[in-house]
């Protein structure tokens, strides 16, 4: 008998984990009877994770198109890969493992997402570079080598603005800066730290040719400073066509040394009218058709200008935190399974998202992102007490960070606390996430 497979292309070995994608892939998975296979570079760090929930692991030399191909080749004399995958939005240091998995499947003959789509959203800088082409609002933006072109592209940009690496995750090294003095010291303590931060090894290759230069820990993106309430729209795109299913609102932002956090989230939003929402909806389909991202789920962020949504930035993955769970809770579809649905070529997911966003637009209830980030630079030890959490009953899930761990809020995000809970109101929000903040009080030395 056949054994179809999904096999995950696995590239986290930070310390703390970067994302959860694999395993609630793999659930959904095994619920179809799929075998779940993980390859992974040998000799890599953290081995021990992937063996908890993978059928088998298999180690390669290295990451590439080829051995990838190889390897597919070989496993599929005793079993039948259906899907190939892996977290498309992690730019390493060997290289884009979204760019490098979707030019095996297209060699393969499976689905996945356009690989020049997966590089333009890892890439900010190209990015903007499709969005001007195309004609889609943006924002002023140059790309910094050095100190001499920062400080000259700046004043072309006009302050304030964010400085940010063209490559990243976790908000690392992130910085609304008024001035050039604030500026230089942002861009200093990037060349001296990136290469300490949890998000590391997501700055991408160090490449010198004139279409793509990285330069980890020297390369940064100036983009003009973006006035208005900050949001995501949570996409999902079936082959070319884009539903736009899920809008949050970001309530409360805190400005770090360093980076910006996200402390609150609502959805549905409640600052944006119904129009602004279309609007939102409308934009997002612009910017995703302008990149080229097909096959996949995206998460879009963007500022409600004065003259409309502008993005700053987008990821070709799900949205972290509690998006799943929105997807689940308020648009009534499982994110994981649908992605696999998605790489499987399904032919019944269209009538499935619009179900979703009409249970979105029914949806009766606002839902909350919470997030507690450690105050200082140190070991994380836990929380003083989290009896609130299961005490009230608002709260439906979380997260607590793992003991032990070493933290720096100065120059990226630790959500050692995070939090999904269900409201009625914005206010409510507010005074929920208060009362957390002063009980779940985050122990560091």
């Not at 390859?39 to 080829?66: C, H, M, N, W």
């Not at 609002?137 to 700046?154: F, G, T």
């Not at 789920?297 to 502008?310: C, D, K, N, T, V």
């Not at 032990?404 to 120059?411: H, I």
Request: proline share 4%; aromatic share 10%.
């Amino acid at each position: 008998m056949e054994k179809q497979a999904v096999l995950f292309i696995d590239v986290d070995e930070t310390e703390q984990k970067r994302y959860y994608y694999r395993e609630p892939h793999f659930a959904a998975a095994r619920k179809r009877g799929f075998y779940c296979l993980t390859a992974a570079r040998k000799g890599r760090s953290y081995l021990e994770r992937l063996y908890s929930d993978s059928d088998q692991v298999f180690l390669l030399d290295e990451i590439t198109e080829d051995t990838i191909v190889e390897l597919v080749t070989h496993l599929n004399r005793d079993y039948k890969i259906k899907v190939l995958f892996c977290y498309g939005g992690q730019a390493t240091r060997y290289g884009q493992t979204g760019v490098i998995v979707a030019n095996a499947c297209q060699k393969l003959g499976l689905v996945y997402s356009d690989p020049d789509g997966i590089n333009a959203c890892n890439n900010k800088y190209m990015m903007r570079q499709k969005l001007e082409r195309l004609g889609v609002p943006s924002v002023r933006y140059a790309l910094c080598h050095n100190e001499k072109q920062l400080m000259l592209k700046a004043e072309e940009i006009g302050y304030p603005l964010i400085a940010k690496p063209p490559f990243g995750a976790g908000s690392a090294f992130i910085k609304k800066c008024a001035n050039e003095q604030e500026l230089l010291q942002h861009y200093a303590i990037y060349q001296s730290n990136y290469d300490k931060s949890l998000s590391a090894d997501f700055f991408g290759r160090g490449e010198s040719n004139n279409d793509t230069l990285n330069i980890p820990g020297s390369t940064i993106l100036l983009e003009s400073w973006i006035d208005g309430i900050e949001g995501t729209v949570e996409c999902v795109i079936c082959g070319d066509v884009i539903y736009p299913v899920i809008i949050n609102e970001k309530l409360i932002l805190t400005d770090a040394a360093n980076t910006v956090l996200e402390n609150l989230l609502i959805t549905p939003p409640v600052s944006f009218a119904p129009a602004q929402q279309q609007a939102i909806r409308d934009y997002a389909k612009r910017c995703l058709h302008a990149v080229g991202l097909t096959h996949a789920i995206a998460h879009l962020e963007f500022r409600m200008s004065a003259e409309g949504p502008i993005v700053i930035e987008i990821n070709p993955r799900i949205g972290g935190l509690y998006v799943s769970s929105a997807f689940e809770d308020i648009a009534k579809i499982s994110p994981w399974a649908l992605y696999l649905d998605i790489l499987l070529d399904n032919s019944d997911i269209a009538q499935r998202l619009v179900r979703a966003a009409n249970a979105v637009e029914d949806c009766p209830y606002l839902y909350s992102m919470m997030v507690i980030y450690p105050h200082k630079k140190g070991i994380f030890k836990g929380f003083t007490d989290l009896a609130i959490l299961a005490e009230d009953p608002a709260v439906i899930d979380y997260s607590v960070f793992p003991a032990g761990s070493s933290v720096n809020p100065d120059l990226e995000e630790f959500y050692l606390l995070k939090c999904w809970v269900r409201v009625t109101s914005a206010e409510a929000a507010k005074a929920l996430y208060r009362k957390i903040s002063e009980c779940a009080i985050p122990v560091i030395e």
